[in-house]
């Protein structure tokens, strides 16, 4: 079974930048479309952004366009979400996903995005 390993979370300014990382631990990686989402307090957990097998990001949620990127490295089966401009509305569990709705669907154990000052 794959496992998905996140990195990068933490406490951050407004305004400030941070970078996460999900690191597959099999080369099915590349087979699956990727996903990041993200889980605040109280609330539902709601999708972020997601990037297809191909490289083609077909989604970006409308609360980090211009903010958030996407992207992934299949050599080294690693998917990425560098955010900038963050708020205190960012702040959540952040969650990667491989093969969502697959058979496969596997979920990360997540990681913690403050912001706060």
């Known amino acids: 079974q794959v496992q998905l390993v996140e990195s990068g979370g933490g406490l951050v300014e407004p305004g400030g930048s941070r970078n996460l990382s999900c690191t597959a631990s099999?080369?099915?990686?590349?087979?699956?479309?990727m996903a990041w989402y993200r889980q605040a307090p109280g609330k539902q957990r709601e999708l972020v952004a997601r990037?297809?097998?191909?490289?083609?990001?077909?989604y970006i949620r409308e609360a980090v366009k211009g903010r958030f990127t996407i992207s992934r490295d299949n050599a080294a089966r690693t998917v990425y979400l560098q955010m900038k401009n963050l708020s205190p509305e960012d702040t959540a569990v952040y969650y990667c996903?491989?093969?969502?709705?697959?058979?496969?669907?596997?979920w990360g154990q997540g990681t913690q995005v403050t912001v706060s000052s």
């Open positions: 996903n491989l093969g969502e709705g697959s058979p496969v669907d596997v």
């Open positions: 099999s080369n099915i990686f590349r087979l699956y479309t």
């Open positions: 990037i297809t097998s191909s490289n083609v990001v077909d």
